[in-house]
């Protein structure tokens, strides 16, 4: 290698080395990606930072006697780094297709051609028949070298002969973004097998690197377009689910005759009602998370004008004396609404509802619990589509989430977990326990 093609090489270990570094900050700081793919893109880009390392560490070194042992060790690793790119594209392509990985023919068959290129990279430290290091750190290829290099041009091979036959399972930027990378490291490794041409590959890689990345953002671009779509649509099936005419006929009518039996009382229950209108309208033109506590205000607001309605058949407890975190808008109050809506039956026992929140190691929670009849399998559509807004906002935009389950002795439980990362440090004045 001459000192010119030492110099390039080094300058294209910095290029992956940046492309892998925009690579690791997208896949762990970029919200929404899905598990599987956020592992499997940090597992890539650590493989390639390992690349980047054996490739400057081999131009540093190159040309300077008495290093034979380190340069040993770098080629060692060089080869050995560099393959494992192979079986993680396959996997990658398997799991764009739709394939089970552990039961895809593809992937046993790259397996095998990686194990035996592991086990001839073992056999190279033994013997100069496939490479050898000169007293001058010159690296040369020997007579079997075609054999220990073979084995990963299969590899390529193979997948390329997989994305060609899978085309149609796969979207055109993936198509475009495999092609990106397996068609210039397939044709620069069939060449190296029989040509010292080591610039090839580097650049091969770099092509690789920069499709990976590319692919990974191209997908949080679009995953944000789809939010900033299903946030807007939200919107009007809020607005929809949460003004329910009757509820408002209702509570009306309720300060219509408040007026006369109890003056008073109907000017709280037109001060509390105001009050929940006005959460709902502001809930509906936030794009932003809210302190718990004005969360709590408003399912309050909510709960008073609803204790006047039923008079003594609704009964709630409060236990939230942590509200020291964010939760998107509309997040407690529908879920109290639904325990109300699907929990009250005028034949039955009161409705109790229990309203808590607990700091926990990995952020907060709230816990909505009734003795109701339950409306987690209820077939009501409106109240399924207000679950699933709740339990996609959370998800949007502040990665927590809802579960539900039924209750011992009747009822349900709603659980919302708020990751640390929705923590807020502006709601410091604790909510009082108890009605």
């Known amino acids: 290698m001459e000192v010119s093609e030492s110099f390039a090489y080094f300058l294209v270990s910095i290029v992956v080395l940046m492309i892998m570094l925009m690579g690791l900050t997208v896949t762990i700081n970029m919200p929404g990606i899905e598990r599987w793919s956020r592992h499997f893109f940090f597992t890539f880009f650590c493989v390639l930072s390992l690349c980047c390392c054996t490739f400057i560490a081999d131009s540093l070194i190159y040309n300077k006697p008495g290093l034979e042992a380190v340069e040993w060790g770098v080629i060692f690793f060089e080869h050995l780094n560099v393959s494992l790119l192979i079986p993680l594209l396959t996997i990658y392509l398997l799991h764009c297709c739709g394939q089970e990985i552990t039961k895809s023919p593809l992937f046993y068959g790259v397996l095998l051609t990686w194990l035996f290129f592991v086990v001839m990279l073992n056999a190279a430290l033994t013997t100069d028949r496939f490479y050898y290091v000169t007293e001058e750190l010159?690296?040369?290829?020997?007579?079997?070298?075609?054999?220990?290099?073979?084995?990963?041009?299969?590899?390529?091979?193979?997948?390329?002969?997989?994305?060609?036959?899978?085309?149609?399972?796969?979207?055109?930027?993936?198509?475009?973004?495999?092609?990106?990378?397996?068609?210039?490291?397939t044709f620069s490794f069939w060449l190296y097998t029989f040509f010292f041409l080591p610039l090839y590959i580097d650049l091969s890689i770099v092509l690789c690197a920069f499709s990976m990345f590319g692919i990974i953002l191209s997908d949080q671009t679009e995953r944000y377009i789809r939010q900033q779509q299903e946030i807007a649509h939200q919107r009007a099936s809020i607005m929809v689910l949460q003004m329910r005419p009757h509820f408002i006929y209702n509570t009306m009518m309720s300060i219509y005759y408040l007026c006369d039996q109890n003056p008073k009382m109907a000017q709280q229950v037109t001060l509390d009602f105001t009050a929940y209108l006005r959460k709902n309208l502001s809930a509906?033109?936030?794009?932003?998370?809210?302190?718990?506590?004005?969360?709590?205000?408003?399912?309050?607001?909510?709960?008073?004008?609803?204790?006047?309605?039923f008079e003594d058949s609704l009964f709630v407890e409060y236990d939230t004396l942590h509200t020291q975190f964010e939760v998107p808008p509309l997040t407690l109050q529908p879920i109290v609404e639904n325990a109300v809506k699907h929990g009250m039956d005028p034949d039955s026992e009161p409705l109790y509802i229990t309203i808590r929140t607990r700091e926990t190691e990995s952020g907060s929670e709230i816990i909505v619990e009734d003795n109701g009849t339950g409306f987690g399998n209820s077939s009501d559509d409106g109240q399924h589509i207000a679950l699933k807004n709740i339990r996609q906002r959370l998800e949007m935009m502040c990665g927590g989430n809802i579960t539900i389950r039924p209750r011992e002795g009747g009822g349900t439980v709603v659980r919302v977990t708020i990751p640390k990362q929705g923590l807020s440090s502006q709601s410091m004045i604790p909510a009082s326990a108890g009605v």
């Not at 010159?138 to 054999?147: E, M, S, T």
């Not at 060609?164 to 092609?179: E, N, Q």
């Not at 809210?290 to 709960?303: C, D, G, N, Q, V």
């Open 138 to 185: 010159q690296y040369l290829r020997g007579p079997l070298y075609a054999l220990l290099l073979g084995p990963l041009s299969v590899g390529l091979t193979l997948d390329l002969i997989a994305l060609i036959v899978w085309r149609k399972r796969l979207s055109r930027k993936y198509i475009f973004g495999f092609l990106l990378c397996l068609l210039p490291m």
């Open 284 to 309: 509906i033109a936030s794009e932003n998370l809210i302190p718990f506590s004005e969360e709590l205000e408003h399912t309050r607001a909510y709960l008073a004008v609803e204790q006047v309605q």
